[in-house]
């Protein structure tokens, strides 16, 4: 095909104007000249008794609008909001509770300082924060730890309340 000079598009874009003009006016003209139907209500003998008095007041007044019955009906409390935010989220099931774990003794709050030897009976110097104990075996230390053993290089103290034996370094014999 071949390319339309600037004068020639333009001949053509009015002639198309021109055209669809005319069929509007033609269209137009043909419209003005049809018949009027006009709608017959029906009979009132085929609508139920519960209707009849609508169709009376419609067809007394079809022009007026009944603005009572536009207005919104109150539906109470089964209105759903359509707009709020929906969330997925469905939250991880709760932990499994931890095993219960056997009581255990609190760590020793003792401090080693030194001990001393006299005839196979062994005296144990410990600390405690501010305080200073001598202690033999089968000595009771503030209610709470009993010295159970001294062998060695090693004290055995049980923890009273939960009846538990503890062991604690001491230092080689003097």
């Given at each position: 095909?071949?390319?339309?000079?600037?004068?020639q598009?333009w001949?053509?874009l009015?002639?198309?104007?021109?055209?669809?003009?005319a069929?509007?006016?033609?269209?137009?003209?043909d419209?003005e000249?049809t018949?009027v139907i006009?709608?017959v209500?029906?009979?009132?003998?085929?609508?139920?008794?519960?209707?009849?008095?609508?169709?009376?007041?419609?067809?007394?007044?079809?022009?007026?609008?009944?603005?009572?019955?536009?207005?919104r009906?109150?539906?109470?409390?089964?209105?759903r909001?359509?707009?709020?935010?929906?969330?997925?989220?469905?939250?991880p099931?709760?932990?499994?509770?931890a095993?219960?774990?056997?009581?255990?003794?609190?760590?020793?709050?003792?401090?080693?300082i030194?001990?001393?030897?006299?005839?196979?009976?062994v005296?144990?110097f410990?600390?405690?924060?501010?305080?200073?104990?001598?202690?033999?075996?089968?000595?009771?230390?503030?209610?709470?730890?009993?010295?159970?053993?001294i062998k060695g290089?090693?004290?055995?103290?049980?923890?009273?309340?939960?009846?538990?034996r503890?062991?604690?370094?001491?230092?080689?014999?003097?």
């Amino acid at each position: 095909m071949m390319a339309l000079s600037k004068t020639q598009r333009w001949m053509v874009l009015v002639t198309a104007l021109v055209l669809t003009l005319a069929a509007v006016r033609w269209v137009s003209a043909d419209a003005e000249s049809t018949d009027v139907i006009e709608v017959v209500a029906p009979a009132h003998a085929s609508i139920a008794p519960a209707n009849r008095q609508r169709a009376a007041q419609t067809s007394e007044a079809p022009n007026d609008i009944q603005l009572e019955r536009l207005r919104r009906r109150d539906t109470g409390s089964n209105v759903r909001e359509i707009f709020t935010a929906k969330s997925w989220y469905v939250p991880p099931p709760p932990p499994k509770p931890a095993a219960e774990l056997p009581p255990s003794a609190p760590p020793l709050p003792f401090v080693y300082i030194g001990k001393m030897v006299e005839e196979e009976k062994v005296t144990v110097f410990l600390s405690k924060q501010d305080r200073n104990y001598t202690v033999k075996e089968g000595d009771v230390i503030d209610g709470t730890y009993r010295i159970s053993s001294i062998k060695g290089t090693l004290m055995e103290l049980t923890y009273i309340p939960l009846d538990i034996r503890q062991t604690m370094q001491i230092g080689e014999h003097n």
